[in-house]
T-cell receptor, first 114, second 109 residues
Framework: SAVISQKPSRDICQRGTSLTIQCQVD?????MFWYRQQPGQSLTLIAT?????????ESGFVIDKFPISRPNLTFSTLTVSNMSPEDSSIYLC???????????FGPGTRLTVL | TQLLEQSPQFLSIQEGENLTVYCNSS?????LQWYRQEPGEGPVLLVT?????EVKKLKRLTFQFGDARKDSSLHITAAQPGDTGLYLC?????????FGDGTTLTVKP
């Protein structure tokens, strides 16, 4: 299984600022995703990070608010822009083993917006 | 849109008790995964089931995939405090995986 690291692990940010979260995988993977999760709740998919092209966003999420980069098959970033307290959440990146749909997750980034 | 409903949403039991968590859908999935997530960590894959009627065991955990591949169950025997966490089922099919609502399990010593 892939080993995934995320930076930062947590941050406290001021309203109106932006935060970029990094996701690094120890092997080349095709499918990489970004999720949002409220503590104790299920996962909400933000977007699929596509290598070499624009990310594919889910309904309710837009590129201006959550720009994503995927420069290669082992790295991606998610930026949370112009933050408000409603953006306080855990942000997770994951990769998928395509054939069996198994996903492997990073440890998450806990974001608090004041 | 494929939906997965988990029940119960919350479960609090004493150490040594048995429990079952259910994951139901009206859609057919080519595979179904169960994950466990502890506070401060990402979800960790426990098992994948792919064949209708399949039963898999992982120590005290027994996973079953429904015959029609629309539902699954997770049974824990003699629960321990270390089993405490958020349990998520996820269904794989054509396109992205779908995650269930989650079941928060607390096992009290």
């Amino acid at each position: 299984s892939a080993v995934i690291s995320q930076k930062p692990s947590r941050d406290i940010c001021q309203r109106g600022t932006s935060l970029t979260i990094q996701c690094q995988v120890d092997s080349q993977v095709t499918m990489m995703f970004w999720y949002r999760q409220q503590p104790g709740q299920s996962l909400t998919l933000i977007a699929t990070a596509n290598q070499g092209s624009e990310a594919t966003y889910e309904s309710g999420f837009v590129i201006d608010k959550f720009p994503i980069s995927r420069p290669n098959l082992t790295f991606s970033t998610l930026t949370v822009s112009n933050m408000s307290p409603e953006d306080s959440s855990i942000y997770l990146c994951s990769v998928e083993e395509r054939k069996r749909h198994e996903q492997f997750f990073g440890p998450g980034t806990r974001l608090t917006v004041l | 849109t494929q939906l997965l409903e988990q029940s119960p949403q919350f479960l609090s039991i004493q150490e040594g008790e048995n429990l079952t968590v259910y994951c139901n859908s009206s859609s057919v999935f080519s595979s179904l995964q169960w994950y466990r997530q502890e506070p401060g960590e990402g979800p960790v894959l426990l098992v994948t089931v792919v064949t209708g009627g399949e039963v898999k065991k992982l120590k005290r955990l027994t996973f079953q995939f429904g015959d029609a591949r629309k539902d699954s169950s997770l049974h824990i025997t003699a629960a321990q405090p270390g089993d405490t966490g958020l349990y998520l089922c996820a269904g794989g099919g054509a396109g992205k995986s779908t995650f269930g609502d989650g079941t928060t399990l607390t096992v009290k010593p």
